[in-house]
């Protein structure tokens, strides 16, 4: 079993700069991806930024040059630097690890005011 804890949502206006982080419990052995989706009031749930543990990497398109994600593997941590942000980025956001079934996480609330 995985457990996975966010940390770093909030409030913040827009241009600003927020990081998410996700801990994640149990062993990194088998973890094939993880990454960060968001769902926004009234709208389908859609992945964000995804990374393998290959190094590739994929990004929604309007995160691209926004948004980073990365990882701290000693730690069995994954981020998500999100900069230059919009009020369109307003979502819940979920953190997500795929080894063999998929985890998500509780999800943290992002506001970008205007």
């Known amino acids: 079993q995985v457990q996975l804890v966010e940390s770093g949502g909030g409030l913040v206006q827009a241009g600003g700069s927020l990081r998410l982080s996700c801990a994640a419990s149990?062993?990194?052995?088998?973890?094939?991806?993880m990454g960060w989706y968001r769902q926004a009031p009234g709208k389908q749930r859609e992945s964000v930024a995804l990374l393998t543990t290959l190094g590739t990497t994929n990004y929604a398109d309007s995160v691209k040059g926004r948004f980073t994600i990365s990882r701290d593997g000693a730690k069995n941590t994954v981020y998500l630097q999100m900069n230059s942000l919009k009020p369109e980025d307003t979502a819940v956001y979920y953190c997500?690890?795929?080894?063999?079934?998929?985890?998500w996480g509780q999800g943290t609330q992002v506001t970008v005011s205007s």
């Open positions: 149990g062993s990194r052995i088998g973890i094939t991806i």
């Open positions: 997500y690890l795929r080894r063999g079934p998929d985890y």
